[in-house]
């Protein structure tokens, strides 16, 4: 039987119920998670950090207080499909989605693929039956209603792209990841390494891309996008600038945090010494990502200030290249069609209406390339403002602390003479001195120098004939006029403002440019390296015939020779006396000459009919 509840009782039940519902936050929002790993391939090599980054992943999200974090590790492709498929499931009721990948990845013909443990990938279609596509993946989080990302920590050297075997030669695989443009609203996609590059394990336990994750991701109240600016940071300077991580996509105008900001627990915050430094921070990633779209988002987010004209004479470069581009194209077609009228031999009136067409859209094109001049120097002259402006806040603020610590100085020294002496503020205030500001300039000039590609020496803080070469060569091929004698925040602040590769990479000979990096050039067999650093193909050597001597008769000889050669020719020449029978002739045979006989005449025979030469003829005596 059933006791019934006394008012005590039930009042403590309701008070405990009304504690518990208090306790829960207001609109939690649900956030699920998917964390797939893969490190024991059953055809290539294995990889040893994937099953370490994903549990350091799966750890982070679960203390983050992720209402499911999913770690799968090690699955085939079956068992990964049904994975994303109850993921899916998850997702519907959720407002934040996060899958995070770390493994193989391959791209072929611009579509990303992710490679489950047991594929092949003999061939290159095998890819569409062995591996699942990242589109797949945008699926399974796509009913999720705040935030959608994606993070591969994917980019690594591929060995299934060395050994599979192309059935179409012209079928595309690509170095890495492609570029993706997400068409869905409020979908990030983070790639460990940019586009077409590829990305290192590290030395460690974990990979330089995850232990940044797990640093900056799950801060509390951070931005997401923020997060991952901060984890592109960690990561050029954990790999010496070989390494930037990348994100795709776009979110509105509200910070995005994984974490919402805890009113108990919240990060310390280190004052900063710019007040524009965020500012900064997000112009640079939408100068970085380089599209109209970015520069838009930063205007909608700071519509006013330094940073906004600089992105507002940014999108007016961008319209002013497309305009010239688009000119340029007009030009040259009118002036084919005028060539080809001409050339046709077409009536005057359509030529020189092709003409008229063909100067008038030359006219737009120098007007256009004037017009992006322009806006090149508009940009500039804002550029050297914002600089300008920086520079008179950051020396205000040394000031101010210069100032400040003057005056705790002069305090200190007035404090009675017999006074204790706090060394542990002592120590404190020592702590405080840092190195020279100089130094840390001319190494953040140094690291972006290297960054874009015009020095290969260390950041070492000291300018010297290397660094200022590399900033030349920053000159020469940015087409900047920077001093190069001293390294300063505006020189530095210049070189930021490039967001890829500015000097081109030079490879000694026998070597070719792969990427950022110089591989060795291999020819095939019959091939040999020539001087323009091409493999050319050997040419078989052809037997010459050679004369050893000059045997060649002279004219003489070639006249005296039939004479001979042919003893037999007979020589018909008068005596010297005129005595004889034969009228002061002889005949000349084998035996020598001799006069003919009386009554006896000279007659020329040939060989048929009984003549003394052989393929010939000649003079015979015939008696009667």
């Not at 518990?20 to 040893?48: D, G, I, T």
């Not at 990841?177 to 997400?182: D, F, G, Q, R, Y």
């Not at 779209?293 to 470069?317: H, I, R």
């Not at 591989?519 to 193909?537: H, M, P, Q, W």
Request: charged residues 30%; glycine residues 8%; positive net charge.
């Amino acid at each position: 039987m059933m006791k019934s509840i006394g008012f005590p009782g039930l009042h403590r039940l309701v008070l405990a119920l009304f504690l518990v519902l208090m306790c829960q936050p207001a609109f939690a929002e649900k956030r699920v998670a998917l964390v797939l790993s893969n490190s024991a391939y059953q055809n290539v090599a294995p990889l040893p950090n994937p099953i370490n980054d994903g549990a350091l992943i799966a750890a982070t999200l679960k203390d983050a207080g992720f209402d499911v974090v999913d770690f799968r590790r090690d699955l085939p492709a079956l068992e990964t499909r049904r994975a994303l498929r109850d993921f899916a499931d998850r997702a519907r009721d959720a407002e934040i989605a996060v899958v995070y990948y770390a493994g193989h990845g391959i791209e072929v013909d611009g579509a990303n693929y992710l490679i489950p443990v047991d594929a092949r990938l003999e061939r290159d279609t095998d890819v569409y039956d062995e591996a699942f596509s990242l589109d797949r993946v945008l699926i399974a989080i796509e009913p999720a209603k705040k935030l959608r990302l994606v993070i591969l920590d994917a980019c690594r050297d591929n060995p299934f792209a060395k050994t599979m075997k192309r059935t179409v030669a012209s079928r595309a695989i690509g170095q890495g990841l492609a570029k993706v443009e997400p068409t869905s609203p409020n979908v990030l996609i983070a790639y460990s390494a940019k586009a077409g590059s590829t990305a290192a394990d590290g030395d460690g336990r974990n990979s330089p891309f995850t232990s940044a994750l797990s640093k900056h991701l799950t801060t509390p109240g951070l931005d997401v996008r923020r997060a991952f600016g901060y984890v592109r940071d960690d990561v050029l300077k954990s790999t010496n600038n070989r390494q930037e991580p990348f994100v795709y996509g776009s979110l509105g105008g509200e910070d995005v945090p994984l974490v919402p900001a805890s009113a108990k627990v919240s990060p310390p915050a280190a004052p900063a010494p710019n007040p524009q430094a965020d500012i900064r921070r997000d112009y640079e990633l939408a100068l970085q990502i380089g599209n109209e779209s970015a520069l838009n988002a930063f205007l909608a987010q700071y519509p006013d200030g330094f940073y906004a004209s600089l992105a507002k004479l940014q999108l007016e470069k961008i319209a002013a290249e497309e305009a010239r581009v688009a000119a340029t194209e007009k030009a040259r077609a009118a002036e084919q069609e005028r060539m080809r009228l001409a050339a046709e031999g077409a009536q005057r009136a359509q030529q020189a209406k092709a003409a008229a067409d063909a100067r008038a859209a030359e006219q737009a094109r120098i007007a256009a390339e004037k017009a992006k001049q322009v806006a090149q120097e508009q940009a500039a002259v804002a550029e050297q403002k914002r600089l300008a402006a920086e520079k008179a806040l950051a020396d205000k603020i040394a000031a101010d602390k210069a100032a400040a610590d003057k005056a705790a100085g002069d305090q200190a020294a007035a404090a009675p003479a017999a006074g204790p002496v706090d060394k542990d503020k002592a120590v404190n205030v020592a702590a405080l001195s840092t190195g020279s500001p100089q130094v840390d300039v001319t190494k953040s000039v140094q690291t972006e120098l290297r960054r874009v590609g015009c020095l290969t020496g260390a950041a070492d803080g000291e300018w010297n004939a290397a660094s200022q070469r590399s900033l030349t060569l920053f000159n020469r091929y940015a087409k900047t006029r920077l001093d190069t004698k001293v390294a300063n925040v505006d020189t530095l602040d210049a070189i930021k403002l490039k967001s890829s590769r500015v000097c081109p990479l030079v490879c000694e000979h026998g070597y070719k440019a792969d990427g950022d990096r110089c591989t060795r050039i291999v020819c095939g067999e019959g091939s040999f390296l020539n001087d323009d650093n091409a493999c050319e193909k050997r040419r078989e050597k052809k037997p010459v015939a050679k004369r050893d001597s000059d045997d060649r008769p002279t004219r003489r000889e070639r006249a005296e020779r039939p004479t001979r050669e042919r003893p037999d020719v007979r020589i018909r020449r008068p005596l010297a006396s005129s005595g004889g029978g034969g009228g002061g002739q002889v005949v000349c045979d084998r035996g020598g000459c001799r006069p003919i006989s009386r009554g006896c005449h000279l007659e020329y025979r040939t060989t048929a009919q009984g003549g003394p030469y052989e393929g010939g003829g000649g003079n015979i005596q015939v008696c009667n």
